[in-house]
């Protein structure tokens, strides 16, 4: 197996399915538009931020591996975004909850993986989560009901071990979740590097913010379990959800190719455009459950950073795609090398 197997195959969870994808399993296909802003091409020339409308299809997710919809429980929620373009091809945005990510290289995330494996789920008593907060580790979380196996312990071990993975799995113990996934922002984590109008390349992160604002639920009353894509429909039926794309361009010395870093926050941001969403396609089996997104599928005008762990990415979507029997991912056209 090369490295982007052994990630695919490691990221699956015993209460998964090999015909869903390892992670982000549970999730729901919506549709609408983009319309870039009037700055937009100034800063990226790619076809999408042209001005001119252009549809997108766009999948959100659960992040958990398990096969069954725990809506209401806390995890980091996904938003992968393709744009369609005027000449027939495609672009992707492929976007978190999570600002930063667990590891800077394939192989440290493997490592990561490994020791994250689900584990029966224990309740710690008020004593063992005073002494987690006083080692500055996050306690762990009261399992929900339900929940048997958890990958919590392994993950707050290994931050524990590598600072690096520590913002990240601070922020995934206490993220909660959102009252709809249209009440979140998403971030697409790694930086990439847009050419404006002028010739001026620029390395930028991408997030995406949800014009009704960031809501999540209650956590000490979770609402029932797969509210989440009910939610969605009846909110589509009333009126579209809105998202605003904002773009952070960073400054020289910036971790350009670390995504577990955060930038500083006074970076110059640019409002790129806005989405909106208007339908829940009825055909869920090809929209949402056999689609393929791929982050590295680009097209002219934005490229890739040399982050390691976003160019792996390419390769572990292809063959997750593959393994599970999805549409292939339409690489060719349009993507980048
Ligand atoms: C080396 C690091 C990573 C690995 C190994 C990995 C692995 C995977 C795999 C195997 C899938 C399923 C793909 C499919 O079957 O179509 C997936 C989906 C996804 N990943 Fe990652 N991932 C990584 C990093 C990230 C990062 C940094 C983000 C955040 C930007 C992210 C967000 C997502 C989302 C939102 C999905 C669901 C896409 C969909 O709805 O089809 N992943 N990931």
């Given at each position: 197996m090369d490295i982007a197997e052994e990630l695919v195959d490691t990221l699956y969870r015993p209460d998964g399915s090999r015909a869903l994808r390892p992670v982000h399993s549970i999730g729901i296909a919506a549709t609408g538009h983009f319309?870039?802003?009037?700055?937009?091409?100034?800063?990226?020339?790619?076809?999408?931020?042209?001005?001119?409308?252009?549809?997108?299809?766009?999948?959100?997710?659960?992040?958990?591996?398990?096969?069954?919809?725990?809506?209401?429980?806390?995890?980091?929620?996904?938003?992968?975004?393709?744009?369609?373009?005027?000449?027939?091809?495609?672009?992707?945005?492929?976007?978190?909850?999570?600002?930063?990510?667990?590891?800077?290289?394939?192989?440290?995330?493997?490592?990561?993986?490994?020791?994250?494996?689900?584990?029966?789920?224990?309740?710690?008593?008020?004593?063992?989560?005073?002494?987690?907060?006083?080692?500055?580790?996050?306690?762990?979380?009261?399992?929900?009901?339900?929940?048997?196996?958890?990958?919590?312990?392994?993950?707050?071990?290994?931050?524990?071990?590598?600072?690096?993975?520590?913002?990240?799995?601070?922020?995934?113990?206490?993220?909660?979740?959102?009252?709809?996934?249209?009440?979140?922002?998403?971030?697409?984590?790694?930086?990439?590097?847009?050419?404006?109008?002028?010739?001026?390349?620029?390395?930028?992160?991408?997030?995406?913010?949800?014009?009704?604002?960031?809501?999540?639920?209650n956590p000490l009353a979770p609402p029932v379990d797969r509210y989440l894509q009910k939610e969605l429909r009846e909110r589509l039926d009333h009126a579209p959800a809105r998202f605003s794309l904002m773009m952070v361009i960073g400054e020289v010395g910036d971790p350009f190719n670390d995504s577990t870093k955060p930038w500083p926050p006074h970076r110059r941001r640019i409002s790129m455009g806005e989405l909106t969403l208007t339908h829940v396609p009825d055909n869920q089996e090809a929209e949402s459950e056999k689609m393929s997104f791929n982050p590295c599928l680009l097209t002219d005008g934005i490229a890739l950073s040399d982050d390691p762990v976003l160019r792996i990415r390419k390769e572990v979507y292809e063959t997750s795609s593959k393994w599970r029997g999805a549409t292939p991912c339409p690489f060719g056209k349009g993507a980048a090398s």
């Open positions: 319309t870039a802003s009037d700055v937009a091409h100034d800063y990226c020339t790619a076809a999408h931020f042209s001005g001119d409308e252009v549809p997108v299809n766009l999948r959100f997710s659960n992040g958990s591996g398990c096969a069954v919809a725990h809506d209401g429980w806390s995890d980091v929620r996904g938003m992968a975004t393709r744009f369609h373009l005027p000449d027939g091809s495609a672009t992707d945005l492929v976007a978190m909850t999570l600002p930063e990510f667990f590891a800077p290289t394939p192989e440290t995330f493997l490592e990561f993986a490994k020791e994250a494996q689900p584990v029966p789920v224990v309740r710690q008593t008020p004593w063992q989560k005073f002494k987690s907060m006083l080692a500055l580790t996050p306690p762990l979380p009261n399992p929900y009901p339900g929940e048997t196996i958890s990958p919590d312990p392994g993950a707050i071990r290994f931050a524990d071990k590598h600072k690096y993975a520590q913002l990240a799995v601070w922020q995934a113990a206490n993220i909660g979740a959102p009252q709809s996934y249209a009440r979140a922002s998403y971030h697409a984590v790694h930086t990439f590097v847009v050419t404006g109008a002028d010739g001026t390349k620029r390395w930028v992160r991408f997030t995406w913010q949800p014009v009704a604002g960031v809501l999540n639920t």
